[in-house]
Every structure is written in structure tokens, then in C-alpha cells.
């Protein structure tokens, strides 16, 4: 049975009034099954298909992507626990001194650690009072949280000293029945924050790091959130606008999963900034950031969340088994970067 997703990009596809001719469809589609061996999808949600693209050999396969990240996870096994366990991940990069966001306590069900005890919580009461000591000791207004082993944006939310006594049955239950870390809300620099002031925007960063513990950026793009939204994944609504990886300007559009919408964008559909040239800042802070904290793990390639605070760059995730297909479509095909290239001719 096809999948819901699939249903949906092929619907997105049918409906789309850019199209190539049919005859043109069929022999590209056909020239990529006999190539991968199996239907590429990817041409459909990359939007290959349109009449503006020539170039659809330069892109990324399925099979090509998983045996990619395959390979790349099978050099790290022992790394893996590291990069999807946040509080180990954050507890590293602290070890480490690579900036992320400090972690004021952290939960598994309802046992909570705050300042190296361990407290036991059982009622709502007790966690609202323990929350109200947590914003008194650290002079904090907001506090961030997310599930240890969280993916997509999933099940993230912040708590605020001015309403944490008013918090719902419902999300009570879900702290106590699971692990999250509860950390500081990241302070956003003044131009990404113009963008979309609701949300952190956070840049993806794919990064290859070849034998010779040299670092290459494979690709860069911004994720900004839709307004009163706190998060920027693109798998929740958010737009993802791709950057060029050496200068750090925005390029002209941004763009949203096929999922939710499959829209285009040249400014921001709610703030109405345009994306074309806006320089992020910090941009070579963040370029020598993610080269060091790279050269600190096994994987080859790596997806990393970061971050730009008023101060400079700061590491907020990694990602082993990232959206690089993504990458693919914002850099208009890795197929044609050398060093994946070299990969694929190792990997196959």
C-alpha cells in the first residue's frame, strides 16, 4: 500500500501547473529507475520535473542517500548513543568546551537532577514549586525543553516563569512519563530574529570530514519558523532557505516540504523579509565552529543545528541520520561535489 506521503507528493506533482512535457517526464523518470533501480521519488519532491531544471542527473538517489549515511554511521557505531541521547550530546560538547546551551535540570519520568541532586516529584503541585525555585535561583524568565531522544521537533516546549502555575494535566503527564532537558532559551541574534521573531532559526550545516580529519561543508540552509510558532523544523511548517556555503548570504528563495505545501518563497511570507543577500552574521565564527566540533567525532558526515546567538555561534544538535536529501535539493544536486562523488564510487 503506498504510504500517505507518497500519496501526497504524487498529488502535489499531479496538480502541478510547471510541468515538463509528459514525454520529457517519462524519459528522465525512466533514465533513473534504469540508473537506481527503483522509482525515484526524489524526482517528484525535489520538483525535478519542472521546466527549469536540466540538471536532474546531479542529484542524490534514495539508495544513494541511505548507503551514504550507512556508511557513514557503520565508521561511528560507538559514537551513535552520543549524537541521539541530547543530554550526553550536550554533557560532551560541554566537556569539550564547544558552546551550546547551558542545561539548568533534566528528567527521566519523575526523577529530576538540578545542581548535582537528584529530586523525586510525584504531583503537579511539587513540580510547580520546584519550578518556582529553578526560575528563582537561576533569575530566568523562560526555559526551554525538549525530549532527550527527540526527533522533528517533536514534543518541544517552553515553560515561563509568569504563567509555569497555570501548566496543563496533559503535558505534566508527558514529563513525568519520559526523559527531557530543560535548558536556556537561546538568546537570537538581532538579524535572524528580524526574520522570525518566535522562533530560534537555526541553520543545517552538512559537513564531510575525510580521512585526513579535514572538514568540508557540503551545505548550508537556514530553517525560520512561521509566526507565534517556537520551533523552525521544516517537517513543522517552517521554510528552509539555502545560503551560500562559503559566504554565508541567503540565496533568493526559500522553500517548504512537499508536505506542507511545497511553496516557494523569495521573503518571508509573514515578516516580509527578503531572503536574497541577507549575510548572516558570525558566519566565519560558525564556519570554524563546526569544523572543530566536527573534527570530536567518527561520523563522516553529519547534520548540525547552530545557532547564532547576539555573541556568536553556538551548537544546539547533531544529526547522524539527517535530512540529506535536503542538502541535495538546496544545492541543486550533490552528485556534482567532488567529494561525494568519490563517496558514492566507494560506497556502491
Known amino acids: 500500500m503506498i504510504s500517505k506521503r507518497k500519496r501526497q507528493v504524487l498529488l502535489f506533482f499531479f496538480k502541478d501547473k510547471n510541468k515538463k512535457s509528459w514525454s520529457k517526464i517519462l524519459r528522465e523518470l525512466t533514465s533513473l529507475y534504469m540508473t537506481s533501480k527503483s522509482f525515484p521519488l526524489n524526482y517528484i519532491s525535489h520538483l525535478l520535473y519542472r521546466k527549469n531544471v536540466d540538471n536532474y542527473n546531479d542529484y542524490l538517489s534514495l539508495k544513494e542517500n541511505s548507503k551514504l549515511l550507512q556508511w557513514s554511521k557503520s565508521l561511528a557505531k560507538k559514537q551513535i548513543v552520543l549524537v541521539q541521547n541530547k543530554l550526553l550530546f ?28 537528584i529530586f523525586e516529584i510525584e504531583t503537579k503541585n511539587d513540580f510547580c514549586s520546584f519550578l518556582t525555585k529553578v526560575f ?7 526555559i526551554f525543553c525538549k525530549p532527550v531522544d527527540g526527533v522533528k521537533g517533536e514534543n518541544i516546549f517552553i515553560l515561563r516563569k509568569a504563567t509555569h502555575q497555570k501548566i496543563e494535566d496533559d503535558l505534566i503527564d508527558m514529563i513525568f512519563s519520559r526523559s527531557f532537558i530543560f535548558q536556556e532559551v ?18 543545517r550545516i552538512a559537513t564531510y570530514k575525510n580521512e585526513g580529519n579535514e572538514v ?18 521544516a517537517h513543522k511548517g517552517g521554510i528552509v ?20 505545501g511545497g511553496g516557494i518563497f523569495q521573503k518571508h511570507p509573514d515578516t516580509g523579509i527578503i531572503f536574497e543577500n541577507l549575510q548572516l552574521p558570525h558566519y566565519q565564527e560558525v564556519k570554524e565552529l563546526v569544523a572543530q566540533v566536527s573534527s570530536l567525532f ?17 551548537i544546539v544538535e547533531v544529526n547522524h541520520d539527517f535530512h540529506l536529501l535536503l542538502s541535495d535539493r538546496t544545492e541543486k544536486g550533490l552528485r556534482k561535489t567532488l567529494s561525494i562523488k568519490k563517496l558514492l564510487e566507494q560506497v556502491q
Open 90 to 117: 550536550a554533557e560532551f560538547l560541554a566537556m569539550n568546551n564547544i558552546p551550546t546551551p547551558p542545561i539548568f535540570f533534566h528528567n527521566s519520568k519523575n526523577q529530576f537532577a538540578y545542581e548535582g541532586k
Open 136 to 142: 528563582r535561583e537561576k533569575k530566568i524568565e523562560h
Open 186 to 203: 537561546i538568546p537570537q541574534n538581532e538579524v535572524l530574529k528580524m526574520i522570525n521573531p518566535s522562533s530560534v532559526n537555526t541553520l
Open 216 to 233: 568540508e561543508i557540503l551545505s548550508g540552509l537556514v530553517r525560520v519558523g512561521r509566526t507565534g510558532s517556537i520551533v523552525d523544523n
Open 241 to 260: 532557505v539555502p545560503f551560500d556555503k562559503e559566504t554565508g548570504k541567503l540565496r533568493d528563495e526559500g522553500l517548504q516540504l512537499i508536505d506542507n
Open 298 to 314: 567518527d561520523f563522516p558526515l553529519l547534520g548540525w543545528d547552530v545557532a547564532i546567538t547576539p555573541r556568536g555561534p553556538t
